[in-house]
């Protein structure tokens, strides 16, 4: 089993920044792990975010690019989101997921409102 729990969300005004953590624990190889953020808004299909490979190669949802970077720290199995320049529309529930040797892993969500 593997786990997934994410930390950092909150509540910030437009404008503002965040960094998300997805901490894994259990039976991981996180470094070749490949690593994701989705999220989901109110009435809104969940939606990728970001992507991390083992290698370190990542890609971003278009909505996302230029101000959102995913990072990961293989000695802390620790994935990150930084996001700034957050605006309205990035509200949502945050998730960190992994597809692991043939299982899929999701956090429980960390909850980020952009509001003034």
């Known amino acids: 089993q593997v786990q997934l729990v994410e930390s950092g969300g909150g509540l910030v005004q437009p404008g503002g920044s965040l960094r998300l953590s997805c901490a894994a624990s259990?039976?991981?190889?996180?470094?070749?792990?490949?690593m994701r953020w989705y999220r989901q808004a109110p009435g809104k299909q969940r939606e990728l975010v970001a992507g991390?490979?083992?290698?370190?190669?990542?890609n971003y949802a278009d909505s996302v690019k230029g101000r959102f970077a995913i990072s990961r720290d293989n000695a802390k199995n620790t994935v990150y989101l930084q996001m700034n320049s957050l605006k309205p529309e990035d509200t949502a529930v945050y998730y960190c997921y992994t597809f692991h040797r043939g299982n899929t892993y999701w956090g429980q969500g960390t909850q980020v409102t952009v509001s003034s």
């Open positions: 991390i490979t083992s290698s370190s190669s990542t």
């Open positions: 259990g039976t991981i190889f996180f470094s070749i792990a490949a």
